[in-house]
């Protein structure tokens, strides 16, 4: 079982930028791979990045490429997502998520925070 807490979310002016981050209780955090998925109002949940366990691989949605970065450190069982050049396009709701490895993926995971809003004004 993993508790996922996120925070660092908030309104901010196109071009800025924010960092998620997303604080795990659990003694087996190091074993999961860890992202971050989010939904906007009247869309899809999209995955918009994740990190295998050791850290050693990551993934970023074709959206984001180039202007977030996905990272962890598990002695602090945290996970970030930091956000550069934001745009309106990238105002949703942000989830952490969870998963045992190989087992996170755009369907989905098996633990959530509560999430964290993130607004762009133009």
């Known amino acids: 079982q993993v508790q996922l807490v996120e925070s660092g979310g908030g309104l901010v002016q196109a071009g800025g930028s924010l960092r998620l981050s997303c604080a795990a209780a659990?003694?087996?955090?190091?074993?999961?791979?860890m992202g971050w998925f989010r939904q906007a109002p009247g869309k899809e949940r999209e995955l918009v990045a994740g990190i295998s366990w050791s850290g050693g691989s990551t993934y970023y949605a074709d959206s984001v490429k180039g202007r977030f970065t996905i990272s962890r450190d598990n002695a602090k069982n945290t996970v970030y997502l930091q956000m550069n050049s934001l745009k309106p396009e990238d105002t949703a709701v942000y989830y952490c998520a969870a998963s045992p490895t190989g087992g996170l993926g755009p369907e989905g995971a098996d633990y959530w925070g509560q999430g964290t809003q993130v607004t762009v004004s133009s």
């Open positions: 659990g003694r087996t955090f190091s074993s999961y791979d």
